[in-house]
C-alpha cells in the first residue's frame, strides 16, 4: 500500500481512506486488520516473513501494524507435489520456525540490518507478528489433496474478512481472545512462555452455490435441448390455430415441420434465404450478383470507360467528320480497349467473389444459430435442404436463363444502335461533316456502353 519514501502512519491511513471511499466506503479512517500472508517452506518468503512483520512494527510505528497476525503454511501443504518440486522444504521450515521460536522469546532485538537500512527499532520487545497461524493440508476429519485447495480455502477467508465488517470482528477477536488457549496444545512442546503459534480449525459456509450452479448449468443445458428437438410442436398448433395442446399427438414430427415451414406461402423458406443473402429468385432478387459484381461498381466503371473512350477520341475537339466516321472512330477505339476493361472487371469481381467466399461461413453460422434459437432443431432441418433445393435450382436454371435474358438485351441494344445511327444520319445532308459533340451523336455513343456483354453475364 505504502512506497519506500512513505511509510508514516498519516500517510497510510490517508491511502487506506481513499482506497475505501474509490471501492465506495465512507472513508472513515478505522484501523485495518493486517495480515501476512507467507511459507515457512519456501525459500525467500521463509527468510523474511519475520522482517515483513518488524517492518511494520516499527515503520508504521501505530497500534493496528503492532499486533497483527500472520498466516504461514507449512511443509506438508505440498505434500502433493513431485520430490523434485519439493526438495529441501522440510529444512527451510526447521530453519524458519526455529527463527520463529527464537524470535518470539527474543525481548531486546538488535536487528542490525534494520539499523543499517535507517529504520529506527528501539522499543521492540519482541520480533514477528502477535499472532502467528501454522496452515497444515488436513486435520483429523479433512485432508486437501492439492496446494491450491488449501490456498484457495485461506483466500477465501481473507476475501471474507476484507467485504464483511462483522466477520473481521470475529476474527480480530478470537485471534486476540482465544489465541492462548488456541496454542495450548503446543505447550508442552515448548520451554518457556509465550507460545508463539497457533493453529486454525477448518469449516465453510455457504449457500449451496457451487450446487445452483450445477443445477442452473444442468437446467439450460435441458431447456436448450428441449428447445431444439421440441419447438416445432409449438409452432405447429401456433400455426393451425389450435388451442388443445395435445391435438398434436396424432401428427408426426414430419407434419409439424412442413406445417410451419409451409406457413404463409412458405414465406419462411423465403426469409431465412434472404437472411442468408442468396436470394435469386427473378431478376429483381440479385443478392449473390450484386455481392460479387455490384451494380452501382460497375455502372461507375463503365461510365469511366466510356469518357475515356469518347476522350481518346477527339470528340471534343474542332475536326470535322461525317457522323458515320465518328460512330466507327469510337467503336473502333472502344473494340480495341475493351479487353483490357473486361479484364480489370474480372479482377476486381474475382476480389468481390473470394470476399464473399471468406464472409460466408460467418454469416451463414450467424443466421442458422439464430433459425435454431427461434424455430428449433428440425425446422432448420428442413429450411436447410430446402435451401440445397434452391440453390441447385438457380445453378442450373434461373441464372442460365438471366444470362441469356441479358445477352439478349445485350444484342438487341446493338441492333437497336445501328438503327439509331442510320435514322440519325438522316439528319444530316449528304457529305455534311459535323463535329465529334454535336447532339445528334450523343445518344450513338451512349449506345457503345450497351452493346459489349457485362462481367455479369459470364
Not at 485471534?175 to 520451554?191: D, V
Not at 508463539?196 to 439450460?220: H, K, V
Not at 434465404?273 to 461498381?297: K, Q
Request: glycine share 10%; net charge negative.
Amino acid at each position: 500500500m505504502t512506497t519506500g519514501k512513505s511509510r508514516t502512519s498519516t500517510d497510510s491511513n490517508k491511502q487506506f481512506t481513499d482506497l475505501c471511499q474509490l471501492m465506495g466506503g465512507g472513508g472513515d479512517e478505522e484501523d485495518p486488520l493486517v495480515v501476512v500472508v507467507g511459507s515457512v517452506a519456501g525459500g525467500s518468503g521463509s527468510g523474511i516473513f519475520l522482517d515483513v512483520s518488524d517492518l511494520l512494527r516499527t515503520a508504521i510505528g501505530h497500534a493496528w501494524a503492532t499486533t497483527h497476525s500472520s498466516i504461514l503454511y507449512l511443509p506438508s501443504v505440498f505434500d502433493a507435489l513431485p520430490p523434485a518440486a519439493r526438495s529441501g522444504v522440510e529444512h527451510n521450515s526447521y530453519w524458519a520456525i526455529s527463527e520463529l521460536l527464537n524470535a518470539a522469546w527474543d525481548t531486546s532485538p538488535s536487528l542490525p540490518h534494520h539499523k543499517g537500512a535507517g529504520i529506527a527499532v528501539d522499543g521492540l520487545d519482541r520480533r514477528g507478528a502477535s499472532y502467528n497461524f501454522l496452515i497444515g493440508r488436513g486435520n483429523s476429519n479433512l485432508t486437501l489433496t492439492e496446494p491450491n485447495a488449501v490456498f484457495a480455502a485461506v483466500g477465501e477467508l481473507l476475501a471474507q474478512l476484507a467485504l464483511d465488517d462483522s466477520f473481521a470482528t470475529n476474527y480480530n477477536s478470537h485471534i486476540t481472545g482465544n489465541f492462548g488457549a488456541s496454542s495450548a496444545r503446543l505447550r508442552p512442546l515448548m520451554l518457556r512462555e509465550p507460545v508463539p503459534t497457533a493453529s486454525f480449525g477448518f469449516c465453510r459456509f455457504g449457500l449451496g452455490r457451487e450446487r445452483f450452479e450445477e443445477f442452473a448449468s444442468d437446467r439450460l443445458c435441458r431447456s436448450a435441448i428441449n428447445h431444439v428437438v421440441l419447438a416445432h410442436k409449438g409452432q405447429a398448433r401456433q400455426v393451425l390455430g389450435e388451442v388443445d395442446t395435445t391435438a398434436s399427438v396424432d401428427r408426426t414430427r414430419e407434419e409439424d415441420v412442413q406445417h410451419v415451414v409451409e406457413a404463409n406461402q412458405g414465406q419462411l423458406i423465403r426469409q431465412f434465404i434472404t437472411d442468408l443473402g442468396l436470394n435469386e429468385r427473378g431478376e429483381e432478387s440479385n443478392d449473390m450478383l450484386e455481392a460479387v459484381c455490384p451494380t452501382d461498381e460497375f455502372e461507375g466503371h463503365a461510365l469511366a470507360f466510356r469518357q475515356e473512350v469518347l476522350a481518346n477520341s477527339g470528340v471534343d475537339g474542332a475536326e470535322m467528320l461525317s457522323p458515320a466516321a465518328w460512330v466507327k472512330r469510337v467503336a473502333r477505339l472502344s473494340d480495341t480497349r475493351e479487353g483490357d476493361f473486361l479484364a480489370q472487371m474480372s479482377l476486381l469481381f474475382d476480389a468481390n467473389a473470394r470476399r464473399f467466399s471468406e464472409q460466408f461461413p460467418a454469416t451463414f453460422s450467424e443466421v442458422v444459430s439464430n433459425y435454431v434459437r427461434r424455430r428449433g432443431g428440425w425446422v432448420v432441418l428442413e429450411l436447410l435442404k430446402r435451401l440445397d433445393e434452391e440453390l441447385t435450382y438457380v445453378l442450373t436454371h434461373e441464372l442460365p436463363s438471366e444470362r441469356q435474358v441479358r445477352l439478349d438485351q445485350s444484342a438487341g441494344a446493338a441492333g437497336s444502335a445501328q438503327q439509331g445511327l442510320e435514322e440519325g444520319g438522316k439528319r444530316f445532308r449528304g457529305g455534311s461533316q459535323v463535329r465529334g459533340d454535336h447532339s445528334a451523336l450523343q445518344d450513338r455513343y451512349s449506345c457503345l456502353l450497351y452493346t459489349s456483354p457485362s462481367p455479369r453475364d459470364s
